[in-house]
Every structure is written in structure tokens, then in C-alpha cells.
Nanobody
Framework: QVQLVESGGGSVQAGGSLNLSCAISGSSYSLPYVGWFRQAPGQEREGVAA????????FYADSVAGRFTISQDNAKNTVSLQMNSLKPEDTAMYYC?????????????????WGQGTQVTVSS
């Protein structure tokens, strides 16, 4: 049973930073595709960043490019999202997701497994 557990959310002021971590367990093999999504109240879940782990290819939404960085620690089987220069519009629940198969990285339908989410709140 694959499980994803996010941590690292919290409340910060605009311009601050947070580092989210996604711990992946329950599989003998590393799921190759891992993404971060976010969902604000009343809005659709949107893709923020993703990584193709075996080739270390990474992808970012335009709204976070240059501010967020996705990285992986294969020894710990974790994928992190470093978020800098945070803005109030970054406020949302952030979810980690993983998939065995490649698809549209930004689309929730691509992913088979999801974490429970961690809240990020950015105040102005």
C-alpha cells in the first residue's frame, strides 16, 4: 500500500519561505513521477510542480517558476518543494501525488496516489 505523507506547511508573511516534504512509503520500487498540487477554497486543484525522478526532469507552473524548487532525496524516498518569495495568492492546501505512468504533469488525473495535504497560509 503506497502512502504519501506531507509535512512542512504553516503560516508565513509575504516574502517568506517554507519547505514542504513528501515522504513516500509502501513500495519496493520508487514511483517515477511525483507532483505537488494545491487547492484553495472554492477553486480547482492545480499542478504546482512535478519531477520525473529517474531523469531529474522538473516542471513548474508559470505562477511559481523562479520561486519554487522541487527536489528529491532518493535515499530517504522523499520529494521536497522549497517555496521562496511567498505571496498571499500561494495560500492553499498543498498535496503530494505520485504515479507509475507518465502523463500531463499538471493534471490530477495523471496521479494514482495522494497525500492528505498540508496547509500553507501566506499573510500580507
Amino acid at each position: 500500500q503506497v502512502q504519501l505523507v506531507e509535512s512542512g506547511g504553516g503560516s508565513v508573511q509575504a516574502g517568506g519561505s517554507l519547505n514542504l516534504s513528501c515522504a513516500i512509503s509502501g513500495s519496493s520500487y520508487s514511483l517515477p513521477y511525483v507532483g505537488w498540487f494545491r487547492q484553495a477554497p472554492g477553486q480547482e486543484r492545480e499542478g504546482v510542480a512535478a519531477v520525473y525522478r529517474s531523469r531529474t526532469n522538473s516542471f513548474y507552473a508559470d505562477s511559481v517558476a523562479g520561486r519554487f524548487t522541487i527536489s528529491q532525496d532518493n535515499a530517504k524516498n522523499t520529494v521536497s518543494l522549497q517555496m521562496n518569495s511567498l505571496k498571499p495568492e500561494d495560500t492553499a492546501m498543498y498535496y503530494c501525488a505520485a504515479s507509475w505512468y507518465r502523463g500531463d504533469w499538471w493534471a490530477p488525473r495523471t496521479y494514482d496516489y495522494w497525500g492528505q495535504g498540508t496547509q500553507v497560509t501566506v499573510s500580507s
